[in-house]
């Protein structure tokens, strides 16, 4: 697909939009198992096939899911000290699955919204990296760059329609339309797979993306593992390398914790599915439910079993399908956030300091909560 205001030197941005697509790390093992590829073959025949349809720029939301586990990480630390009788800062929970945050806006309301991380979520975060930094970097306005992102979860296109009524630093949307990884493939199978392949860009000018990496999540961007050695080690002093998961009601729901002298002094889970959320619901409401900290993903599975991805015809889990996609996701290399000179870097040039009011305003939110009850048919699990 080629532009009639554009050469083969160079592209006239004035005249059209220029043309973003933002990657989820958990799509990435969709496409090596549906195409046999490695993971890396399968991110360079994704952006390849992408710019052949006139994209201009393909980028990983890893780096996004950076910030967002950085701000959870500090958020905890200090609700953490601050919790007590009266102030009831605890347990904290996850607010980077769409589908979760929604439910717990419109139909649980504020005792449960009081709970969630103020961080914004990876999706949310990249949308302000484009329309904001990126935007920046190519001197064009926001408006002139249309963001997509492609994603495991329809829900993630709940979250990109509710980024429109939210105020932004930049004063648009962060993004446009997201497609889910079942969708792209299907565009994928009606083209031509001859194209030729490409490396991921980065916000960095002309560098690459040498190598696909993840999070430490078995199938999401691991909050609880990146948080909980956080905490360890900033409120205990403890370095802890391996976290080790207990799963309790099923293998949906597991609990991770730390003892000190015999104690346990810290406990957190992983709730993923709406049964699992339901009884955490339930015990948070009767105070008999012990944990700090909690994953919450709406899918049950995690990230990984996404609608949007490994479905039958039949719209069942391609259980096969998924059993490969977990394998590749576990060979792919973990980084941990705090290792990444470029967001080290970013939290300097873009949002002037590590705790600054901009990064405040750009890496947190605020939630929409209904009284009880308000708008209980408005989602069906």
């Keep these: 697909m080629k532009c009639e205001h554009c050469t083969r030197k160079k592209c006239d941005t004035s005249k059209h939009k220029v043309l973003v697509v933002s990657v989820c790390p958990q799509s990435l093992p969709y496409f090596a198992a549906k195409f046999n590829l490695s993971v890396t073959e399968a991110s360079r025949r994704l952006c390849g096939f992408l710019k052949s349809l006139g994209v201009h720029y393909v980028f990983d939301t890893t780096i996004a899911a950076d910030f967002s ?17 009266e102030e009831r800062t605890l347990p904290m929970l996850t607010s980077a699955c769409p589908g979760w945050v ?22 949310q975060v990249m949308g302000s990296l484009v329309k904001d930094y990126f935007a920046r970097q190519q001197n ?3 408006e002139k760059i249309f963001h997509v992102i492609v994603a495991p979860c329809y829900d993630k296109k709940l979250e990109a329609l509710q980024e429109g009524s939210l105020p932004t630093l930049h004063g648009s949307r962060g993004t446009d339309c997201v497609l889910t990884s079942g969708e792209i493939a299907q565009i994928m199978e009606q083209g031509d797979l001859s194209v030729k392949d490409a490396a991921i ?42 976290v080790t998961y207990r799963a309790l009601r099923n293998k949906d729901f597991q609990e991770v914790t730390l003892e000190k002298n015999g104690e346990v002094v810290l406990r957190f889970a992983v709730a993923y599915g709406f049964r699992n959320i339901q009884n955490m619901i339930l015990k948070l409401k009767k105070g008999k439910f012990p944990y700090h900290f909690v994953e919450v993903l709406a899918c049950a599975g995690g990230c990984l079993n996404g609608r949007g991805q490994a479905q039958t015809p ?14 590749i996701y576990a060979d792919i290399p973990v980084r941990r956030p705090e290792s990444s000179a470029h967001v080290q870097g970013l939290y300097q040039e873009w949002l002037e300091g590590i705790n600054s ?9 605020t939630y929409q909560s209904q009284e009880r009850g308000a708008h209980s048919l408005d989602i069906k699990w």
């Excluded at 039949?314 to 394998?327: I, N, S, T, V, Y």
């Excluded at 009011?357 to 939110?365: G, N």
Aim: hydrophobic content about 30%.
């Design 357 to 365: 009011p901009k990064a405040r305003e750009v890496l947190h939110t």
């Design 102 to 123: 929604r439910y717990a806006e419109r139909v649980l309301g504020r005792p449960i919204t009081a709970h969630l991380c103020t961080a914004k979520s990876p999706q």
């Design 69 to 85: 586990i950085l701000e959870s990480q500090k958020e905890f630390v200090r609700r953490y000290r601050q919790h007590s009788e």
């Design 314 to 327: 039949e719209g069942h889990a391609d259980k096969a399908l998924l059993r490969q996609m977990e394998g």
């Design 201 to 242: 860009d980065t916000l960095f000018g002309d560098l690459k993306e040498d190598k696909v990496t993840r999070h430490d999540g078995a199938s999401s961007d691991g909050h609880l593992a990146h948080i909980f050695r956080h905490a360890a080690k900033e409120l205990f002093n403890e370095d802890v390398e391996e």
């Design 140 to 142: 064009l306005s926001p």
